[in-house]
C-alpha cells in the first residue's frame, strides 16, 4: 500500500511538472546552440501528437512589438496553423543576440539573412526533429519579407544538409534579386507568395528567379496577387507609405505595407495545403 502511495504521488508530481497549456496558446523555448540560446515561441496543437511542424522566420524588425509580445502576424499564422493541426516554432533571432530592428543597412552587429538567420533554421529543425511531439521528417520552413529570404537561401540546392531535411518552403515577399543573381534553385518544394503592387521587393524579380530555376530544381511555384502590396497577409493593417526602408524596387526608400484581403484569403488557405503535400 506504501508503495502505490508513493507511486501516486510520484504520478502527481510529474503531471504538475507540465505547463498547463491551452491549444494554439504561445510556449516559450529555448533551442541551445554554440555561445547562443536561440528563443523561440511555440504554438502546439492540442494533444500529445506527433505533429508536423512549422518553423515561422520573421521579418527585419523582429518577432515581438514595441510592448514585448509577439506581432501580430506571428501570432495569427502561429494560431491558425496550430489550429490545422501544425505545430508553429517562431525562432527569435533578433531578440536572441541582444539586437532590436535590423532593418537598416548591414554592420558588425547585423545578424544576416544568408548566414545567421540559416544557421537558426537549422539549428531550430534539429532541435524539432529531436522532439518527442514531432513528425520528424515534416518539419517545412515559412518566412516574411527579410525571413522570407532567409528561407530560400536555407533550402538553396546548393546548400549541404545534415540528417532529415525540410520537407517544404513558403517565402512570402522575399526580395528574390541577389538569389536570382546567385542562380538559386530549391532541394526541397517551395512556394513564394507576392503582390503584384510590392514596391520593396519586386514580384517580377521573384518569377525570372523561379523561370531561371526550371529544370534544375525541386518543384517551386509562385503566386503573384493583383493589387497586392508588402504585408498583405497582415490581419488588420490598413494601407500606410513606409519609409527609411533599405530596399525599394525604386531605390527611394518608401513603399507601401497593407492588408490586401482578397489575396491574405487566398494564402491562409493556400499555405497549409502545401504544407500537407
Avoid at 517551395?190 to 531561371?212: K, N
Wanted: with cysteine; hydrophobic share 40%.
Amino acid at each position: 500500500m506504501r508503495a502505490v502511495f508513493a507511486l501516486l504521488i510520484v504520478a502527481a508530481a510529474s503531471f504538475a511538472a507540465w505547463p498547463v497549456r491551452a491549444a494554439g496558446s504561445a510556449e516559450t523555448v529555448e533551442i541551445p546552440r554554440v555561445n547562443l540560446k536561440l528563443k523561440a515561441v511555440l504554438y502546439r496543437p492540442d494533444g500529445a501528437g506527433p505533429f508536423p511542424v512549422v518553423i515561422g522566420l520573421h521579418n527585419c524588425t523582429g518577432l515581438h512589438n514595441k510592448s514585448g509580445e509577439i506581432g501580430v502576424r506571428y501570432r495569427d499564422w502561429g494560431q491558425r496553423l496550430a489550429k490545422e493541426g501544425f505545430a508553429v516554432l517562431f525562432p527569435d533571432s533578433n531578440g536572441s543576440r541582444g539586437l532590436g530592428r535590423q532593418c537598416g543597412a548591414p554592420s558588425r552587429r547585423s545578424v544576416r539573412v544568408d548566414r545567421e538567420r540559416v544557421a537558426d533554421a537549422m539549428a531550430a529543425r534539429q532541435w524539432l526533429q529531436q522532439q518527442p511531439w514531432v513528425v520528424a521528417d515534416r518539419v517545412s520552413l515559412m518566412g516574411w519579407s527579410s525571413g522570407g529570404i532567409t528561407a530560400l537561401w536555407t533550402v538553396r540546392a546548393a546548400r549541404p544538409v545534415e540528417g532529415t531535411d525540410f520537407r517544404s518552403a513558403v517565402a512570402f515577399y522575399p526580395g528574390c534579386r541577389r538569389l536570382a543573381n546567385a542562380a538559386w534553385s530549391a532541394r526541397v518544394p517551395t512556394l513564394i507568395l507576392i503582390g503584384r503592387a510590392d514596391d520593396q521587393a519586386s514580384a517580377a524579380a521573384c518569377q525570372q528567379m523561379v523561370a531561371g530555376a526550371r529544370g534544375r530544381s525541386a518543384r517551386v511555384a509562385i503566386q503573384v496577387y493583383p493589387g497586392a502590396y508588402h504585408d498583405f497577409d497582415h490581419p488588420n493593417r490598413p494601407l500606410q507609405m513606409r519609409s527609411d526602408l533599405p530596399f525599394t524596387t525604386d531605390g527611394s526608400g518608401s513603399a507601401h505595407s497593407g492588408t490586401h484581403p482578397q489575396a491574405r484569403t487566398d494564402a491562409i488557405k493556400r499555405v497549409p495545403d502545401w504544407f500537407r503535400q
